[in-house]
């Protein structure tokens, strides 16, 4: 049995790189914020007799400790349930010795919205923000299956909080260039014809801490900042055709309720093409964290532009120069300028099994899985390299492949023991395909001579080394 | 009020027309049917919510402030998180407000609203919607417009004597205005 390390991961020395403070400051918090995730796993499974594995869940053998527990419970007596040891959103119940010797739960004992299983533990990691309120949490995506994120495992941006909103008193008003300005109630918008449609959000900061060198230890540190869900509600269009847009309309504010009152300016073309203002997610009202009651939507661009609580559209013909379009969200490259409206997010993949913090058991077979998603459409391939690059196979892509949606992709591998180096690639309906980083980084400069910070639109191969004993690491910039 | 039901293709008529008014096109003809939905909102309930302000000067309401009036409302509302040097406290998460003007794209690039935000009428706008933190949308427009001036002092970018209203904002060049350019990509090239 491995002993674990008492003193944690170690992570790499940044002292190398003339880092302004602030970045320097960012990638050390989250390093010590994943440390701290880490540790506190493996300290779970010091105490399970399940640490050995590919996917080490400490739970399914703690969880046995409630037996003795379950066992003084008289028959008949209602179920003993101890809410603050579940795992969230799960509760937690008594195990039987047999499952089969006694009678389940009751039906419907749930108050008819179910939860998932007590011994699933699967959760959001949030990067330690100074605040609470303006933070952020990334998806765990080691553990996805298919394409769908569960809703409650999206990941978050928030600037101001989470708001309350009565939806019932939650109005959409939009309003400028327009000839006739509307304000709408959510039963007003929920009348018109909807669409529902699957696709990712992606924060344009995703991978910020990988710029540089290998740092987080998990995909989820490295890219857990994409989720994808259904999303149904209104297309955009179908509003802009109600108010009558005037010509020479150009660019859209979209507002948030939140205390940040959230805006982004949005190009009109945009608008007109595939925006919508959804209301729904995954088949249910979509999440307060996700944006109750509405949420703009716009498939591919960087997550910070699909307003959320959305309450204004503003139609102009200037882009209006919030806050989140000038002093962030903006990319400064070599030349000193900053790229400003970088909507798009192009296309990525990220090999999610193995991936950093499992170890394989030992040689043989293993499926390679992952997902890859573009902002411009469709996932035409993805390449698999167990070899460091030097050779790449076309994996199989799970159908159906849907534009501008996570695309789960698999690659049948046998593992003879070796050392090996692990990544893939895609190239998306555009033709464009996956670059290195080392290539991303020598178009902007971000690695070259001077070191500026650009923290967003990292899209450049993720690589993970798999040791001879079977151990996973971070191994970004090797491919 | 009664309306035919819409049909498949009445409201492709409906969508494809309103294109061509965005366009510019046919402004004159068009009539589209509409479904109708929602009320029309007052000026009083727009101008409750509309409170964005652009570079060119729109937006920005009446009032006014001055520097010496804004380092007071600084020091009482801003302060504890930005710093009296306004070089922000350590774990408060706020942002540094001045300095590292020139650093951009230097190795010791440093952003701030005076060395990285190209329009002032950003700063008032944010200021108005989401600042200060614990009680966001509470300042005036006469506060918010002197915390600016003062920001817009201690930045080097207006005079001491200054007074910020809807006119003279407008008419702030900040440093950094020229330092955005579109985006460019793709900018790595492995088509196939």
């Not at chain 2, 009083?44 to 302000?53: C, G, K, L, S, T």
Request: proline share 6%.
């Amino acid at each position: 049995m491995t002993k674990v390390d008492d003193t944690g991961p170690s992570y790499p020395d940044l002292s190398g790189f003339d880092l302004p403070a602030d970045k320097l400051a960012q990638i050390k918090a989250m390093q010590e914020a994943e440390k701290r995730s880490l540790m506190a796993r493996k300290a779970e499974l010091e105490e399970c007799e399940c640490r050995e594995g590919m996917f080490p869940n400490p739970i399914a053998s703690r969880r046995s400790l409630f037996a003795g527990a379950a066992a003084a419970v008289a028959a008949g007596a209602l179920p003993v349930i101890a809410r603050a040891d579940a795992p969230p959103g799960a509760i937690e119940f008594d195990v039987p010795d047999d499952s089969t010797k006694v009678q389940g739960r009751l039906t419907n004992d749930d108050g008819g919205y179910g939860s998932r299983s007590q011994f699933e533990d699967e959760v959001r990691w949030r990067f330690p923000t100074a605040t609470k309120e303006s933070s952020w949490t990334m998806t765990p995506l080691a553990a996805g299956m298919g394409i769908i994120t569960p809703s409650g495992l999206h990941f978050e941006r928030h600037h101001g909080g989470i708001p309350t909103i009565n939806p019932a008193n939650h109005t959409l008003t939009v309003h400028g260039m327009c000839k006739t300005p509307k304000k709408y109630t959510m039963a007003d918008l929920k009348r018109f014809p909807s669409e529902s449609r699957v696709h990712f959000i992606e924060c344009s900061g995703n991978g910020l801490t990988e710029f540089l060198k290998p740092n987080l230890k998990t995909v989820q540190g490295t890219h857990g900042l994409t989720s994808t869900s259904e999303w149904t509600g209104v297309p955009l269009s179908t509003i802009l055709a109600e108010v009558g847009v005037e010509p020479g309309a150009a660019w859209i504010l979209a507002e948030g309720a939140d205390a940040a009152v959230m805006t982004r300016s949005v190009p009109i073309d945009k608008a007109w093409s595939d925006a919508m203002l959804v209301y729904g997610q995954n088949g249910e009202a979509i999440r307060p964290e996700q944006g109750y009651p509405l949420r703009l939507l716009l498939p591919g661009f960087e997550g910070n532009t699909h307003i959320k609580w959305l309450r204004r559209l503003e139609i102009s013909d200037k882009p209006f120069m919030t806050r989140e379009e000038t002093s962030k969200y903006t990319d400064v490259v070599k030349d000193g300028k900053a790229r400003q409206f970088t909507f798009m997010m192009e296309a990525k993949s990220v090999v999610t099994f193995p991936s950093g913090e499992m170890k394989l058991p030992g040689p043989g077979f293993y499926e390679i899985t992952g997902i890859a998603w573009s902002g411009r459409g469709r996932i035409k391939d993805v390449e698999v390299t167990t070899d460091g690059g030097k050779t790449w196979h076309y994996a199989s892509m799970q159908g159906p492949i849907l534009p501008i949606a996570h695309t789960r992709f698999r690659f049948p591998w046998m593992w003879d023991g070796n050392p090996a180096l692990i990544a893939s690639r895609c190239i998306d309906e555009t033709g464009y395909m996956q670059p290195t980083i080392a290539q991303i980084n020598e178009v902007r400069g971000v690695n070259g001579s001077a070191k500026y910070g650009s923290i967003y639109h990292l899209n450049g191969i993720m690589a993970w080394a798999v040791a001879a004993d079977g151990t996973v690491t971070n191994a970004a910039h090797q491919v | 009020m009664t309306k035919k039901p819409f049909t498949r293709v009445s409201m492709h008529t409906a969508l494809s027309v309103s294109v061509l008014l965005a366009s510019g096109a046919f402004a004159a003809t068009a009539n589209a049917e509409k479904f109708g939905f929602g009320t029309t909102p007052t000026a009083e309930e727009i101008a409750a919510i509309n409170i964005d302000v652009m570079p060119d000067g729109r937006g920005y309401p009446s009032g006014s402030g001055t520097v010496a009036q804004g380092k007071e409302i600084y020091t009482q509302q801003c302060a504890s998180c930005h710093g009296d040097d306004m070089q922000s406290v350590k774990g408060t998460g706020a942002d540094a407000l001045i300095g590292g003007r020139g650093s951009i794209g230097t190795e010791k690039t440093k952003k701030t609203v005076e060395s990285y935000w190209p329009y002032a009428s950003t700063l008032f706008d944010y200021i108005k919607r989401a600042m200060p933190f614990t009680a966001p949308g509470s300042l005036t427009n006469d506060e918010i417009y002197a915390v600016s001036a003062y920001i817009l002092h201690k930045g080097n970018i207006i005079d001491a004597d200054a007074t910020m209203n809807a006119e003279t904002m407008s008419k702030v060049e900040m440093p950094n205005k020229d330092g955005f350019i579109p985006d460019p990509r793709p900018d790595v090239f492995n088509y196939r």
